[in-house]
């Protein structure tokens, strides 16, 4: 009944950072392609096509296989919402606001197994009312982002469940769907979590064993989380890991190695850093802020010093193993900010992969709102912890709710965004990364796919079908030619003409294929490598496996 009454406030309190969405009209971001990947996403599914991987509007109508590579969780949302027939405009802003509000209900969740339902809402609050949230939404855009980070508590909480026998199975379904959901949310910060979860897990093991207190289930348990969560995950991570050299992301990366090192944090930035609605830049002055917030950071420092005063209070000893873990990561995700570990970075290979490092932000706002929480679990008296409490809502919300808005909002009808124009060219320009190689980008919108084939000589189409994955044509043509597919191509696309398969050549990236003087039927049809039909098997038996944990665990309790 807590958790239901601590999610009801949470979402009330939630109002004051998501009212901007619900208003009329949509407003620029750095991302500025959110609509366009909504409706996309949207069409896909309209289709039958799941997973989705590629889509045929975007990459200048060449298509590309964009959720092949880059998170589709939060688009699953959005174009599902899309797909149902809700608005292109308010489908992308409602999953905007289910992103901001779950994270801090997981936060809660989190907190309240640990420090009780007060100092939980205390830790939803300064999470939700973080600055840098205000940053991701409203002027990064970067949905996958805070989408990610929102699993990352319930990751941790099913992390603590595996590691008590009494709740292991609860703990494995909670931490491995949870870690999958992190993964499919933000390629980048997935690819973060597994490292700092993998590492977390060797250090804790380490520490048992010099302890003597090793015993085999907390290394079977945590273990068996993170192979399921991966496994569930596989449909995703493991095709985005092979066929990435397919695309232009691997030359992307190569060229910007060393913008990484140029955009590191100044600790004066954390405190206070100038709120703008521009980017990064090299330097302690930007065009975007990067403060931890004021509020946060004092109530983390009460929390911190009351915590050291406490800490031989054996009485105390969770919540000093809690606050031992919220400070500990605070303290990596900081450094790993600072131009100081620079050294560090220089032995860490991929550092283009992160792009940024004030991407920890995301980790350091999280454990920032952990620690933060501690001070209202202190006192014995109810009525001091509700006291306290309230005197943080009210700060945390009293300050920063004014950076919880956009820069602006402007009218536009929500069927311009889904335009030839619009998905084609100007926001297929705006991230064309995955495009596959040899594509030649158009630099106007005259240039964009307008027709499926090209010949050089004279030919009639007199049955044309065109879907995101498939292609069905009748072709007359009165001489043998060879006929250009205006689409790119990639691994998995499959061709035949007359019901015979042919191996293109690969022209500017497209496929061209020979046909003779007659009808000529071509099918081409985008089917599974064998890396993603091994992916999607992976997903399935795991889902599989939690199915029967599931039933394993309501037949234990029963």
Partial sequence: MKKIIGCICIILLSLFAIKPLFSSGYFPMHDDTQVARVIVMGKALQQGQFPVR????????YGYPIFNFYGPVPYYIGGGLYALGIDSVWATKIMFAIGMVVAPITLFILVESSLGFLAALTASTLFLFAPYHAVEVYIRGSVGEYWAIAFVPLLLYGLKLSLQKRSKTKGIIIGSVSLALVIASHTILGFITCAFLGIGLFVYEMVLLLRRKFQRYLLIYPALLCLLGLGIAAFFWL?????MGSTSVSQMLAGAGTTFFDHFVCVGQLWNSQWGFAGSAPGCIDGMSF???KVQILIALVSFVTWLFLLKNHRQKGKNVYMTLSALGLAISIFLMLQVSSVFWNYIPLTSVLQYPWRFLTFAMMFIAM???????VPRQPIIRIGIMFMIVFMTIFVNEKIFVPQY???RDSSAFGTVEELRFTKSKISD??????????????????ASFQGKSVFQVHSLRNSDTSLYAELESDTAQAIVIKKAWFPGWMITINGKRVEPTLIAGMPSVNIMAGISIIRMQFTNTPVRMLGNVLSICSVII???????GKKTNA
């Fill in 54 to 61: 590629w889509v045929s509007d975007l990459g200048y109508g």
């Fill in 433 to 450: 990364e995955y495009l596959p190689q040899g594509i030649i980008k158009p630099t106007n919108v005259s240039e964009v796919v307008n």
């Fill in 546 to 552: 939690i199915g029967f944990l599931l039933a394993y």
């Fill in 371 to 377: 620690a933060g929480a501690y001070i209202v679990s």
């Fill in 239 to 243: 095709p985005a890991i092979v066929e």
């Fill in 409 to 411: 909002l402007y009218m």
């Fill in 291 to 293: 403060k931890l917030g």
